[in-house]
């Protein structure tokens, strides 16, 4: 039986994860998360008897430490940090806690026999445009944002800890993955509620700034794939999509699929961290998921019916 560790595993890529791998009877899921942005209601239900929730804030040596050495993982993903836009800079000392939970982390798994360290980093280290689409091959430490520059600390300290104790690693760096168990702290999930409840959709600056969005079952099956497949070891992956679109055009999409009668307005623009362009080179997750990507109205029209469902919008 496969032992392993998910972190942050009450968020939203953190607990889809964990859904996905408790599919498989060889696999003993432990989910850790202190539930500073994840919720309890993402956690799988009792029923499922091969996974076992503690609540635990890896930034804490004891805590985490206690944990590891008991379960003697096979692998670790290490999915918890800090996240949204406007936390993360209101609190960037928060932010710069989580170089404790990535120490802790790796020297844990170095120490217990962890077979891999799969690492949740973002487009963030990036920074802003230099080469586009973004390349797993660029780094170019531009960013200003502590959200970013630990990402690039922790990717760092993984590729050293595989040249100084040979503890094997995979780096995704996630691009916006939405899905329905999204926090409404994100653009997507904000766009849909406002837009099913016909409120104002709110954009920073003229809109013209561009993202790719990435359905959750494409990002757990392309990193899961990275598991069950000893696949990207050693490197450094980007998760996301190739289908670049403007915020205003995100919003109005979302106003015709929804049929709403939602206005856009224009706020002031970010004064920072709101970078131009965002688009992922997905060569290497293409390899990986081995079918085409969902489409960006199948996705939004899936996170409809699950959050009428669950969430009621």
Same mark, same amino acid.
């Given at each position: 039986?496969?032992?392993?560790?998910?972190?942050?595993?009450?968020?939203?890529?953190?607990?889809?994860?964990?859904?996905?791998?408790?599919?498989?009877?060889?696999?003993?899921?432990?989910?850790?998360? *202190?539930?500073?942005?994840?919720?309890?209601? #993402?956690?799988?239900?009792?029923?499922?008897?091969?996974?076992?929730?503690?609540?635990?804030?890896?930034?804490?040596?004891?805590?985490?430490?206690?944990?590891?050495?008991?379960?003697?993982?096979?692998?670790?993903?290490?999915?918890?940090?800090?996240?949204?836009?406007?936390?993360?800079?209101?609190?960037?000392?928060?932010?710069?806690?989580?170089?404790?939970?990535?120490?802790?982390?790796? *020297?844990?798994?170095? #120490?217990?026999?962890?077979?891999?360290?799969?690492?949740?980093?973002?487009?963030?280290?990036?920074?802003?445009?230099?080469?586009?689409?973004?390349?797993?091959?660029?780094?170019?430490?531009?960013?200003?944002?502590?959200?970013?520059?630990?990402? *690039?600390?922790?990717?760092?300290?993984?590729?050293?800890?595989?040249?100084?104790?040979?503890?094997?690693?995979?780096?995704?760096?996630?691009?916006?993955?939405?899905?329905?168990?999204?926090?409404?702290?994100?653009?997507?999930?904000?766009?849909?509620? *406002?837009?099913?409840?016909?409120?104002?959709?709110?954009?920073?600056?003229?809109?013209?700034?561009?993202?790719?969005?990435?359905?959750?079952?494409?990002?757990?099956?392309?990193?899961?794939?990275?598991?069950?497949?000893?696949?990207?070891?050693?490197?450094?992956?980007?998760?996301?999509?190739?289908?670049?679109?403007?915020?205003?055009?995100?919003?109005?999409?979302?106003?015709?699929?929804?049929?709403?009668?939602?206005?856009?307005?224009?706020?002031?623009?970010?004064?920072?961290?709101?970078?131009?362009?965002?688009?992922?080179?997905?060569?290497?997750?293409?390899?990986?998921?081995?079918?085409?990507?969902?489409?960006?109205?199948?996705?939004?029209?899936?996170?409809?019916?699950?959050?009428?469902?669950?969430?009621?919008?």
């Amino acid at each position: 039986m496969r032992k392993i560790l998910v972190t942050g595993g009450a968020g939203q890529v953190g607990s889809c994860l964990v859904d996905k791998l408790i599919e498989n009877d060889e696999n003993f899921v432990v989910i850790i998360d *202190n539930f500073l942005t994840g919720k309890k209601h #993402n956690l799988p239900s009792s029923k499922n008897k091969n996974f076992k929730f503690i609540t635990c804030d890896v930034n804490n040596f004891r805590d985490i430490s206690t944990i590891v050495t008991a379960y003697n993982f096979d692998y670790i993903f290490h999915y918890a940090a800090v996240v949204g836009v406007k936390r993360t800079t209101d609190h960037p000392s928060w932010v710069l806690e989580d170089i404790h939970g990535i120490e802790n982390i790796l *020297n844990l798994a170095k #120490n217990t026999g962890v077979k891999r360290v799969f690492f949740s980093s973002s487009s963030e280290v990036y920074g802003e445009l230099i080469e586009h689409p973004q390349n797993e091959l660029t780094t170019p430490l531009n960013s200003r944002l502590p959200y970013a520059v630990v990402k *690039n600390v922790g990717e760092s300290y993984l590729k050293a800890y595989k040249n100084d104790f040979d503890l094997d690693y995979t780096i995704f760096r996630f691009f916006n993955t939405y899905g329905p168990k999204q926090s409404l702290d994100f653009v997507m999930s904000r766009f849909v509620k *406002n837009a099913l409840k016909n409120d104002e959709i709110q954009l920073y600056g003229d809109g013209m700034q561009t993202r790719t969005f990435c359905f959750i079952d494409d990002n757990i099956e392309a990193t899961t794939n990275c598991l069950y497949q000893d696949l990207m070891v050693n490197d450094t992956i980007n998760i996301g999509s190739d289908n670049e679109i403007t915020i205003l055009e995100l919003a109005k999409t979302i106003i015709n699929i929804t049929d709403s009668k939602s206005k856009i307005v224009h706020l002031p623009a970010l004064k920072e961290g709101d970078m131009s362009r965002r688009k992922p080179d997905i060569a290497k997750m293409k390899l990986v998921l081995n079918r085409d990507l969902t489409s960006l109205e199948t996705g939004i029209n899936q996170m409809i019916e699950f959050g009428k469902k669950y969430r009621h919008w």
